[in-house]
């Protein structure tokens, strides 16, 4: 029985979920990756791609097999200076080594972990770093130093990209040696247990975490807690003690938690919609919120793509590229259907000036710029103000104009069960407008947009392709904005 590192870091998470990876694959498995989730990946190779150039005389090991670890023993052998991806396996446990630097004048060595964030994480990075420096060490080697390397936050792009400015390396080596010790237990206990051939018995630890933090396998493991209970009440994976009463009374559905239990009023409107099938409308409040907006109303929102490393000047990692905007706008209250606008770059290049080009031309000097979560709209605008100066003015004043039509969520003036306690457009909108959907478009969610649109712009993609792409892309945006008019338009009616 062999475990890696990335099973030791699941079974940290979930024992059982990583017991279910190892000897049920396919239960694993049987839910595939999003785009989302393959994006990451694909980010994560491309920052150690990059990050390998800091060490130019490097040798990259290919594989996780016999010959890889062959390979290494050559190298190591030969006293290499820089290895990447090198093997080891020792007493039941593998794993390979993003960076490890040899200081020939003393023997010892260097372990250097790359990670595709913008800080650290101590409640992986270090036990992923003290994991690799004990099995390193089963194997003989001699660990002086402990590194993480990740993204400088700070960074701003101008010209070529300059390596040695994009990333931070931290020496840990303290809080690794301390460490270690207890890793090195764990390690032992990890194995035992995954080495089991019986299945664990009963629910997987995600039990007591909110719905967000459930593992893989969470369904199979627990098949008699509802899809919908405890779990998804808002934000209890922030009140664990509060969640953990609630499991070890055997209180997994809304209607059986009993009276009296301390909730914030934003976690009992939820319950009680579920409960009492209960819809809370607070006509007064909408109105008050309405009675703020400005006509024209400028019904926008933007698609934007998160790259790791700054493709453009004036990029930091990871800093959203806005690529794409939808736009609604109704004149007067007397217009029976909004005017529709929208833009969509899909050459290579930085898309900024073309779009606030754009904008410049489809929202007029006067007029609410009605968004679903402004921090995030905002944020990408005074962005494009800080890379155009020339726009700032322009931008400026829509910043001065947003409104946030989830505040009247947020701020539970409407709640109704079917929004389960969640506040975003998906939830929000077939209770409100039932004849709108998501559910056959192409491209459901931001994360597919934003993995399309990085297809079309950095891949050799035919002609007939990349036009689907461009024609789905523009449908699934074009229903964000048009979502927000359909729900102001229901909620003015009340």
């Known amino acids: 029985m062999t475990i890696s590192k990335t099973d030791y870091l699941i079974y940290r998470d979930c024992p059982k979920n990583a017991w279910l990876k190892i000897h049920k694959p396919a239960i694993y498995k049987k839910y595939p990756l999003s785009s989302f989730e393959k994006l990451i990946i694909q980010t994560g190779n491309e920052v150690e791609d990059i990050a390998r150039e800091l060490f130019p005389t490097g040798v990259l090991i290919h594989g996780r097999d016999e010959d890889a670890e062959e390979e290494t023993a050559e190298y190591l052998e030969q006293k290499e200076s820089t290895l990447f991806q090198p093997i080891f396996h020792k007493e039941g446990f593998l794993a390979a080594v993003d960076v490890l630097k040899l200081d020939e004048e003393t023997g010892k060595y260097t372990i250097c972990e790359i990670k595709a964030t913008n800080d650290i994480d101590e409640k992986v990075h270090f036990y992923d770093l003290a994991f690799q420096v004990n099995l390193l060490r089963m194997c003989g080697l001699d660990i002086e130093r402990m590194q993480l390397l990740y993204l400088n936050k700070d960074y701003i792009r101008e ?251 947020k701020k539970q003036y409407y709640v109704d069960k079917n929004f389960r306690g969640k506040t975003s457009i998906k939830k929000v909108l077939p209770v409100l407008a039932p004849e709108l959907s998501y559910k056959n478009l192409e491209i459901k969610e931001g994360g597919t947009a934003s993995e399309s649109w990085n297809k079309i712009t950095t891949s050799n993609i035919s002609k007939t392709e990349k036009n689907k792409i461009i024609k789905d892309l523009k449908t699934y945006c074009g229903l964000d904005s048009y979502a927000m008019y359909a729900i102001w338009k229901t909620l003015e009616k009340l």
């Open 159 to 409: 010209g070529d990209l300059e390596i040695t400015k994009l990333f931070k390396i931290d020496d840990v080596s303290s809080e690794i040696e301390d460490l270690c010790p207890a890793v090195a237990e764990e390690m032992e206990v990890a194995l035992s247990y995954l080495s089991s051939k019986t299945e664990p018995k009963g629910r997987c630890s995600c039990v007591f975490k909110g719905r967000s933090s459930h593992c893989t396998t969470f369904e199979y493991s627990n098949p008699d807690i509802p899809e919908y209970g405890v779990h998804d009440i808002s934000r209890i994976g922030a009140s664990k003690a509060k969640l953990r009463e609630l499991i070890d009374g055997n209180i997994f559905e809304l209607h059986k938690i009993p009276d009296g239990m301390d909730f914030s009023d934003t976690q009992q409107n939820q319950i009680d919609a579920h409960v009492f099938d209960k819809v809370t409308i607070d006509k007064e409040s909408i109105r008050e919120e309405l009675e703020k907006l400005v006509f024209p109303l400028y019904f926008l929102d933007y698609e934007t793509f998160p790259s790791a490393i700054p493709r453009f000047d004036g990029f930091s990692p990871y800093q959203q590229i806005p690529f794409q905007y939808s736009l609604h706008v109704l004149h007067s209250p007397n217009d029976k259907e909004p005017e529709h606008f929208e833009f969509l770059y899909s050459e290579e290049g930085d898309p900024t000036m073309a779009l606030v080009d754009s904008l410049q031309q489809d929202i007029g000097p006067k007029g609410s710029v009605i968004v679903w979560n402004k921090g995030f709209e905002r944020g990408r605008n005074e962005e494009m103000a800080a890379r155009i100066p020339e726009a700032k003015k322009f931008i400026d004043s829509v910043n001065s104009r947003l409104y946030d039509l989830i505040d009247v969520f």
